[in-house]
């Protein structure tokens, strides 16, 4: 009985949020998932719910490399160069993860996906 409130709840927000808000939400829902990992990684679904993060994480970030790699994205293109680099670096820290996990190594992702969130939230707010 609840599931229809709760997803005419969930759309009804997809639909209100603009972009930025949006995108805000997504990196922090991304961030808070490997913050989970970190702070429970001696749990024993531990790989199951690191994979989960991480391959959200990867789509996030994809999703961005496609928009910034458009050439019609309205951003600078110093600002966009500067994200995919940044990207890149995610790209290569998630695979190090999945090759050698440590919870430590999770802390730059986490980090850069709460700020970046933090960034798009105050300049929505302006």
Do not use: C, H
């Not at 160069?81 to 998630?94: A, H, P, T, Y």
């Amino acid at each position: 009985m609840l599931q229809n409130p709760v997803n005419a709840y969930t759309t009804i927000q997809k639909e209100t949020l603009s972009g930025r808000e949006l995108e805000a939400s997504v990196l922090s829902r991304a961030g808070l998932m490997l913050k989970s990992v970190k702070e429970n990684w001696s749990s024993p679904d531990r790989n199951q719910k690191l994979q989960e993060a991480i391959k959200f994480n990867q789509k996030v970030w994809s999703f961005f490399q496609a928009e910034l790699s458009d050439p019609d994205n309205p951003l600078p293109r110093n600002l966009r160069e500067d994200i995919l680099n940044l990207s890149l670096f995610i790209d290569k820290r998630l695979f190090e993860v999945m090759a050698f996990p440590d919870p430590e190594k999770l802390t730059i992702v986490i980090d850069i996906n709460f700020n970046i969130a933090s960034g798009l939230r105050t300049k929505a707010g302006e």
